[in-house]
């Protein structure tokens, strides 16, 4: 058996895993930020691990987040969401002496959906998380690409209007400021003077105001920056499917069918035949956990 984790930036899932890479048991928490955010998540990480081991072989223990994954340190820095520097993972390998993959948390998604999911069909393929910002996946000839320093394709970092809005990174105009779900939904509770409402009242309301000028504009204006986004992609790795996950499967409805027809009638490829399939992500929240592990 494998664990399988996967650390949100609000939730942390922790999954049992067989060998045919099937979750047998799964527990998913909410995390609170605090100060002692770090040792609470190592502890609670800790305490999983030895239940599991009370019963079954652990022969493996994945774990997927945001940030920064030093495989060699057994650390992942740079958890930006929680607030967290450095986890350092060194004490629960010494403790339990089980071998720890880490992992960035939308690589690991994109894996699962590679192997298992939405793009299981596909060889070169694109994977893109659009929620908090864009995480993403590239995978070609049947390989998840990384560079070597850091994990490299952030794809949500690639410009698209150099006069744009300010992102986190230093940059303006980065694909991620203009097309992750968050700023979306920002805009959209702006333009419809909602104030802390959930995900579905938000998408029950643009619905409801889908005619009305700036809600239709606000999704227009979405695909238009979408779909730039995307032909820089096409045109740098030919995906021959490009599947959403993240909050934009929740949000579809919205979006899809008019992107996929924007797409094929605008053309906007340095190859104008190569209009990749869009798809969207199958495995939901069980996508982290299951690709720790692979
Ligand atoms: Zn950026």
Do not use: W
């Amino acid at each position: 058996m494998k664990v399988g984790i996967d650390l949100g930036g609000s939730h942390i899932g922790v999954a049992l895993i067989n060998d045919k890479d099937e979750i047998v048991k799964k527990i998913e928490k909410d995390i609170e930020k605090s100060e002692n955010i770090s040792s609470e998540i190592l502890a609670m990480i800790d305490s999983y691990i030895s239940k599991f081991k009370e019963e079954y072989n652990i022969e493996l223990i994945g774990i997927a987040s945001p940030g920064n994954p030093k495989v060699n340190d057994l650390s992942i820095s740079n958890i930006v969401n929680l607030g967290i520097e450095k986890l350092d993972f060194k004490d629960i390998f010494q403790k339990h002496n089980i071998p720890i993959k880490l992992k960035n948390d939308s690589k690991s998604a994109g894996l699962a959906e590679f192997k298992y999911g939405s793009l299981k069909e596909y060889e070169d393929a694109v994977f893109l998380c659009l929620g908090t910002g864009i995480g993403s996946a590239v995978f070609l000839n049947g390989k998840l690409l990384h560079a070597n320093k850091h994990i490299g394709f952030e794809l949500g970092h690639i410009v698209i209007d150099r006069r744009g809005e300010q992102c986190n990174c230093g940059k303006k105009g980065c694909f991620e400021t203009y097309c992750a779900m968050k700023r979306f939904k920002e805009r959209a509770k702006k333009l419809l003077n909602l104030d802390n409402i959930s995900s579905e009242k938000l998408l029950e309301e643009i619905k409801n105001n889908k005619e009305a000028i700036c809600i239709s504009n606000l999704i227009d204006e979405y695909i238009d920056n979408l779909i730039i986004g995307l032909s820089n992609i096409i045109d740098i790795f030919e995906p021959e499917a490009i599947s959403f996950g993240g909050s934009f499967v929740y949000f579809k409805d919205l979006f899809y069918e008019k992107l996929v027809t924007e797409m094929q009638k605008r053309k906007y490829t340095f190859n104008k035949d190569d209009v990749p399939k869009i798809v969207l992500a199958e495995l939901k929240n069980d996508a982290g956990m299951i690709g720790a592990i692979l």
